[in-house]
């Protein structure tokens, strides 16, 4: 098969390069290949069964048109300070520019025109004062929140606008390799059910997300594609109940907060807090299970669950950080016997584990069910550990009660983009016809800068025709 085009993955990224090649009047044959299914036969047996029944051959939570997006919280940040280090590569200005161009339009397909995180500045204000004297740094960054069940209907409309003006998707396609000659790249190789395609295509984009990163790593060191060991996050993902978080939830919806707590000065920070919100389980390859969360337009629970990270950093002798944090997920799953680990912190302070019976009694009752009571330090890393107990007690100084000792952590948390492909601004790799986008990329985190990488690999594409 032959197209001008082809991108390998369908989440934000790769979603949004084809959309904005249709928007600038591109002509190209352009073909999106996913592994997963369409949107509309993405569905997640757990919440008909009560528990994850680790599917095969993905986990529809994560894999398929709109990737980790369809079922995630959906929050899209307005601020180029929020998603990565996209603006370093391009421009911060640009970056501002790109993300408002690219709201309009999720606007257009159906996003919820309300912002959350503007206004209250006094409000604001005295929160920033108590992060400060405690050593954290906050940033308040607009967020428009589409829904987990909000986001699937905004995504199918984009799949059925993307097919309708004549895109290309193959769906249940996973990429086997790149087809490389001379030092350029003329394609990939496709794989279904024991079946193999060749497709050529004078630009290949890879946008697997953070599910593709350790693929993708792979294939930079078969290709000799030039990249550079990232971050690894490392962390938990951390439950409270909603009057403790209430003020902060009311008037910036998302906190962000970054620390360097002593003693090791790592950076940790907050991520991806969901008001009302539910925790979730996510299914990586090798059965490794993950814990995640969400938030809904319209179903609330009781809780505020919220992502406490932690950097890590490695160059020398070792420099695989996806293949670390790997391990520590997998250390996580065997003690809870492939389920998700919950403790709540007073017992971690105590050095000792926590129980069903004492969750039964506790205020806080986990949104994640089918989490298994446990030890979380015996199986998270000493830094990391450490990091994540002082960072938790600086944070109640911001919001009081967030240290209590009823408040539940789940584990493991982690976050694959840490491999750094090198491009120029224009997403061009070492290997001619060859961009990478997205999470998988190392540049991005999350939906809205990851669509913005997309709509400006289009617009390049689209240009580059024009002027041919």
Known sequence: MKYDTVIIGAGPAGIFT???????????????????SAIENRQC????????????????????????????DGKLSLSYEVGGDLPTLIGEEKAQETID???????????????????????????????IQTGL?????????????????????????????????????????????DGKCLGVCVSRSGSNEEIFAGHTVIATGRRGADWLETKCAEH???????????????????????????????????GYPLP?????????????????????????????????????????????????????????????????GELTNMLGAGNILVQRFGDILDGKRTWPKELSQSNVRPTLTDAVAGDITAAMP???????????KAVDNVVPGFASR???????????????????????????GLHCLGDSSGWTRGLMMASVMGVLMGRKLAQDEQNV
Do not use: W
């Open 382 to 392: 000493y830094r990391a550990m450490v990091n994540i107990i002082n960072f938790i």
């Open 224 to 258: 000799s594609i030039a990249h550079q060991p990232g971050t690894v996050d490392i962390g938990v993902r951390v439950e409270v109940r909603n009057e403790i978080m209430e003020t902060v939830n009311k008037v910036l919806y998302e906190s962000k907060l970054i």
């Open 406 to 432: 009823e408040t539940l952590l789940y584990s493991p948390e982690l976050k694959f983009y840490s491999n750094r492909i090198k491009m120029d601004e224009d997403f061009n790799t070492n290997v001619k």
């Open 137 to 181: 740094k906050l940033v308040d960054c607009p967020i428009r929140h589409l829904g987990t069940e909000k986001a699937r209907d905004l995504y199918y409309e984009i799949e059925q606008y993307l097919i309708k003006n004549g895109v290309d998707i193959m769906f249940g396609y996973e990429c086997s390799d790149i087809i490389m000659e």
């Open 18 to 36: 084809a959309l904005e090649m249709l928007n600038k009047g591109s002509r190209q044959k352009i073909l999106i290949v996913e592994k997963g």
């Open 264 to 328: 090791f000065k790592n950076k940790v920070r907050t991520f991806c807090q969901n008001p009302g919100g539910f925790v979730s389980q996510e299914n990586y390859d090798n059965n490794l299970a993950v814990v995640n969360g969400h938030s809904f337009k319209e179903t609330k629970s009781n809780n505020t669950n919220v992502s406490i990270l932690c950097s890590h950093n490695f160059s020398y002798p070792f420099n695989q950080p996806i293949s670390y944090a790997q391990k520590v």
């Open 45 to 72: 047996p757990k919440s008909k069964v009560g528990h994850c029944v680790n599917c095969k051959p993905y986990c529809h939570i994560t894999t398929g048109f709109s990737g980790a997006g369809a079922f995630s």
């Open 101 to 131: 161009y690219t709201d309009k339009i999720y606007l257009r397909f159906g996003a919820d025109d309300k912002i959350e995180g503007i206004g209250n500045y006094d409000a604001v204000k005295e929160i920033r004062r108590r992060a």
